[in-house]
């Protein structure tokens, strides 16, 4: 039996697109790609709230083959980062073999022809012999575990999925959670609500942005030969030290222990009150969850017409929110900034999927912990491979994870083409083998270190586990290039 295409892609955020790409350059371009929206992005095709943006330099923040000039900021806002995925849809050809509107029910393995079997909201079932799984994890958007949340009369969004037909202008807004999305709206919105209360359950770390217009100088600088890759080059430097080097060599890196005195110097220099200032003083040490970087989000506490609530929320009544003080805040909206269902088993991928023998791969996990062969392939899942995989992301640039397992994927399908194998799967041995470095390795990360218990981070999954990988980005870009075909089974 012949699929209907040698390779499905799930999802048209920069995996897929990025994906897409690598695959046509190594020739095998017979590929469908199906995606939920109405265009590519992903996440920022999704995610269009007041003052989203990058927290990353734009230098780093894009594919290494396809550096834009057009940045207006160092840390470009989302209108362009969904800009500049249509620009790579077009430009490398990928558009026309995107189907969008369409979402994924669920994928099976067909052992008897080596194929998968994906079922679409549309009744239809497409056949392809791999499966690329580009869903991403900053996809399905996490609902606060708070009783009542769905009995509130007035208007309730969540960040990522933010409503512009509602004017927040004089209103009493309401927004909990003070991760990522919320260090970006609070400043936006705070200016034109009539009162703007935040529920913070964990602080979290907020350092300067070094976000600026892009002058014509330095435009002119991307346009000359090396001038973008110089650029690159210091992003790149500066993304792997305030991150991976950081969190994943806490042990051995002194620097790393001074992020909290920084972090700690411009909460003062930002905040007036002593009390609230105290309040948004993280009690756990940079990097055992994901930090802010914002030149406002700190100050905007100095409103008149911003509170900050510490107590724990009770319930979600009609009118408002209750924390366990007894007091009662009404508001007119409420804002959830709650995040994504991020190391969940049963979001990652985002439907479900059944490997050899019917197994599931949700239930896999629940039973082997999360885990991936370099972050892209599991035993038991021929033909299937993930970009943002268990212990594949090293926490730099998404594009520098898209890339490395791009390459890893494309090295596995070219062997395939050219052994004629129609089932590729990686062994349990290599898988075993893999698994048990990433937990050698992890003693030396911050997330072992005493004080993260504190951090409430979602970067822990169920088990306990973080399952980042704990090494540099150039160590997984090298991986992804020389890690041994032989760990996997070409039949």
């Known amino acids: 039996m012949q699929p209907d295409h040698d390779t499905l892609i799930v999802g048209a955020g920069f995996s897929g697109i990025g994906s897409a790409i690598l695959l046509d350059k190594a020739g095998l371009g017979d590929y469908l790609i199906v995606e939920a929206g109405d265009g590519p992005g992903g996440t920022w095709y999704w995610n269009t709230y007041p003052g989203i943006a990058v927290d990353i330099p734009s230098f780093s923040y894009q594919f290494s083959f396809e550096q834009s000039a057009d940045w207006s900021r160092t840390y470009a806002p989302g209108r362009e980062l969904r800009a500049y995925a249509e620009h790579c849809v077009d430009k490398y050809g990928v558009r026309s073999r995107i189907r969008f509107g369409t979402k994924v029910l669920g994928a099976a393995f067909d052992e008897a022809h080596d ?285 520098a994870l898209i890339e490395a397992q791009g390459h890893h994927i494309v090295r596995c399908l070219d062997r395939a083409r050219r052994r004629g194998a129609t089932r590729v799967e990686v062994t349990r041995e290599a898988n075993d083998r893999f698994f048990a470095s990433m937990l050698r390795k992890r003693h030396r990360q911050i997330f072992w270190q005493d004080s993260c218990k504190l951090a409430n981070s979602y970067y822990f999954d169920k088990n306990g586990d973080v399952p980042l990988r704990p090494a540099s980005t150039v160590e997984a870009y090298w991986s992804s290039r020389r890690f041994p075909l032989d760990d996997y089974m070409f039949v």
């Open 115 to 399: 194929l998968w079997r994906v079922q679409l909201d549309s009744g239809d079932e497409v056949t392809a012999r791999f499966l690329i799984n580009a869903s991403g994890v900053l996809t399905i958007p996490k609902l606060p575990d708070i009783d009542g949340v769905d009995s509130f009369a007035g208007i309730t969004m969540h960040t990522a999925r933010w409503d512009h037909g509602q004017d927040l202008t004089g209103k009493r807004v309401a927004i909990v959670g003070t991760g990522a999305s919320a260090v970006q709206v609070i400043p936006e919105i705070a200016p034109i609500v009539a009162s703007l209360t935040v529920f913070q359950r964990t602080p979290i770390w907020c350092f300067p942005k070094a976000d600026l217009p892009i002058s014509r100088t330095a435009r002119w600088a991307m346009r000359v030969p090396g001038g973008k890759s110089v650029q690159r080059l210091v992003s790149q430097a500066y993304v792997e030290l305030t991150f991976p080097l950081a969190a994943h060599y806490f042990t051995v890196n002194p620097m790393a222990r001074k992020m909290s005195d920084v972090g700690k110097a411009y909460l003062r220099k930002q905040v007036d009150d002593p009390v609230v200032r105290a309040k948004l003083t993280p009690r756990y040490a940079v990097g055992c969850k994901r930090p802010g970087f914002h030149n406002t989000y700190l100050s905007t506490f100095n409103r008149d017409n911003v509170a900050l609530v510490t107590d724990p929320i009770e319930k979600v009544t009609g009118s408002g929110v209750v924390t366990t003080d007894g007091r009662s805040h009404d508001v007119d909206v409420l804002i959830l900034a709650t995040g994504f269902k991020v190391m969940d088993t049963d979001s990652v991928p985002t439907y479900p999927v059944s490997g050899v023998g019917g197994q599931s791969l949700a239930r896999f996990w629940d039973e082997n912990r999360l885990q991936a062969y370099e972050g892209v392939s599991v035993p038991g899942f021929p033909n299937m491979f993930t970009v943002f995989g268990p212990y594949g992301y090293v926490g730099s640039s998404y594009f």
